[in-house]
């Protein structure tokens, strides 16, 4: 397999320097509320699901599942791999749910418990991966000493400027470019660089246009915060000595107490660690806070984006955040939604029985009943899981609906009171459910099925889809699949071939 052709790539360097003002951070503070998780974990790059839990790398260099309730997920390399993997080294977000697992014999996909080869794996050496950041529509960059890659469709490429390469990258993020403009910026030889997307494969370069001064040291972080309903999309970044914020129009500077070490987001939270310190920003209501309270100056390994993150402590590793944030099964930070009817579902640890849980969408609230949770077994604590729809009778989930939804991004918060104390946690969605045009599986799905999922689908893997008669068998599963990003395993789809094959489901699997 060789890699596909490269983008197409102008660079436009701006003639002025930016200077930025300077002014202190001034951080409000909050006592952290920590679950630990009995595993031995490491102190390497890991994964933060917004669900809770999240992917680690064990002190035997082992690839494991943290479970919302702590417990341990196993991962299991998946039988139809032609390389094992070997110890790992590291654990990168791919998506909402999956994770890429950098091992010493190859790169794998984490995918429920499965560890998988990409197609693309003998494309990149495992060794020299440095990250990856998640843009929209289902593309995922991958930052490696040998380059900068876009993984989009399954297909992975090398982006380039006038034919080079991007080497030595050291930070990159998905955030507003100049103007406002979507894009990905990254850092390489003391440069801040923004390439600006002019379509779905053309980008735009432009140097931010900051001092040497301001960049003295050279970026050490980068985090892009996602926009929402009220706001944009924000770019931060930690040089040697000083916090960054571009929100697609203006920089800000900050100074801090201690020298910036670690920059690490999620959704629209970023978590910030300048000597001992740890800092916490959220981005709707725009303020940092300093955590207190730690039992110890930790390590940042991962965040989410529920506004957790997890940090090693001595040997103890901890999710931390200000209140215990009651957890949500169905939607995804980010998502775009092409559904009316939506099941979800808030979890919380059935020690936490909540005094009251409410949600809210666009400004109407709506109350839950008690008691109507069901309890999910565990081994270290059990869950309570509470549908937002309530259930039939029998026990069948109902969703909720937003029929009435304009197509645009919404927010769901979901909030639950324990002990007089409320944990709001809110989700941004962009809803694209609005169209009604009947889907067709012979004109609308057979090809951007064998496209995208023959390779493995047909091919031996569970279940077989190739006639129409599998797909329709399989019609939950499969949109299941595709709306939680999970599948194709190489790569998610773009919205276009996530929407057909969720309206060809809810339209009765047509032929
Ligand atoms: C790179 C390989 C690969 C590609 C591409 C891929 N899948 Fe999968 N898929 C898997 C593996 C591996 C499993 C787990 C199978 C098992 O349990 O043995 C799986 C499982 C599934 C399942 C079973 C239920 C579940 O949720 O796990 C469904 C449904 C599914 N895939 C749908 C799809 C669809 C639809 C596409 C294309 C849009 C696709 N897959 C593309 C590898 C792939």
Same mark, same amino acid.
């Given at each position: 397999m060789t890699l596909r052709p490269l983008l197409v790539l102008v660079l436009v360097t701006l003639g002025c320097e930016e200077g930025t003002t300077l002014e202190p951070l001034s951080p409000t503070s909050f006592d952290v509320v920590s679950q630990e998780t009995s595993l031995q974990l490491s102190a390497s790059p890991a994964f933060a699901d917004e669900r809770g839990g999240g992917v680690f790398v064990d002190l035997a260099g082992r690839v494991v599942r943290v479970r919302p309730n702590g417990a341990r997920g196993v991962l299991e390399p998946h039988p139809r791999n032609t390389v094992l993997p070997g110890p790992a080294t590291g654990v990168y977000a791919l998506g909402p749910a999956n994770a890429l697992v950098a091992t010493s014999r190859g790169l794998f996909v984490a995918d429920q418990g499965w560890l998988i080869a990409p197609s693309w794996q003998d494309l990149l050496p495992p060794e020299g991966l440095l990250g990856t950041t998640l843009g929209t529509d289902g593309v995922a960059w991958l930052a490696h000493a040998q380059g900068l890659y876009r993984l989009d469709r399954g297909v992975l490429t090398e982006f380039t400027v006038g034919g080079q390469g991007l080497g030595g990258t050291s930070a990159m993020a998905v955030a507003p470019t100049l103007d406002g403009t979507p894009g990905l910026w990254f850092a390489r030889e003391g440069k801040l660089l923004a390439a600006a997307q002019t379509s779905r494969t053309e980008f735009t370069v432009h140097d931010s246009g900051l001092s040497a001064t301001v960049l003295a040291g050279g970026v050490q972080g980068l985090v892009g915060i996602g926009p929402s309903r009220d706001s944009g999309g924000e770019l931060w970044a930690i040089t040697r000595t000083s916090l960054l914020l571009y929100t697609g129009t203006a920089w800000r500077q900050y100074t801090l107490p201690a020298a910036p070490r670690r920059l690490l987001g999620a959704g629209r939270?970023?978590?910030?660690?300048?000597?001992?310190? !740890?800092?916490?920003?959220?981005?709707?209501?725009?303020?940092?806070?300093?955590?207190?309270? !730690?039992?110890?100056?930790? @390590?940042?390994?991962?965040?989410?984006?529920?506004?957790?993150?997890?940090?090693?402590?001595? @040997?103890? @590793? !901890? %999710?931390? %955040?200000?209140?215990? @944030?009651?957890?949500?099964?169905?939607?995804?930070?980010?998502?775009?939604?092409?559904?009316?009817? =939506?099941?979800?579902?808030? %979890? =919380?640890?059935?020690?936490?029985?909540?005094e009251a849980l409410a949600w809210e969408l666009d400004g109407l609230s709506h109350a839950l009943d008690f008691p109507s949770g069901t309890l999910g077994a565990g081994p270290t604590e059990a869950l309570r899981f509470f549908s937002l729809g309530g259930a039939e009778p029998s026990g069948v989930l109902k969703p909720i609906s937003l029929a009435t939804l304009a197509d645009g991004w919404h927010t769901l918060s979901l909030q639950a009171t324990t002990g007089g104390q409320t944990a709001t946690r809110r989700v941004h969605f962009e809803f694209r459910g609005a169209s009604t045009a009947t889907v067709s599986w012979e004109r609308d799905i057979k090809d951007l099925g064998v496209e995208r999922c023959a390779k493995c689908h047909a091919t031996g893997t569970d279940p077989e889809l190739v006639t129409y008669a599998q797909w329709k068998t399989n019609a939950a599963a499969i949109a299941d699949a595709v709306r939680s990003s999970r599948m194709p395993a190489d790569g998610p789809l773009d919205s276009a071939g996530v929407s057909a094959i969720v309206l060809w489901v809810n339209g009765g699997a047509q032929p």
């Open positions: 939270f970023a978590w910030l660690q300048a000597g001992d310190a !740890l800092y916490r920003y959220d981005a709707d209501t725009r303020a940092w806070a300093e955590a207190k309270a !730690l039992p110890g100056a930790g @390590t940042l390994l991962a965040a989410d984006a529920a506004g957790n993150a997890w940090v090693r402590v001595g @040997t103890q @590793t !901890l %999710s931390v %955040s200000p209140v215990l @944030t009651p957890r949500l099964r169905g939607l995804f930070q980010g998502a775009r939604v092409f559904d009316g009817q =939506l099941v979800l579902q808030a %979890s =919380l640890p059935e020690r936490e029985r909540p």
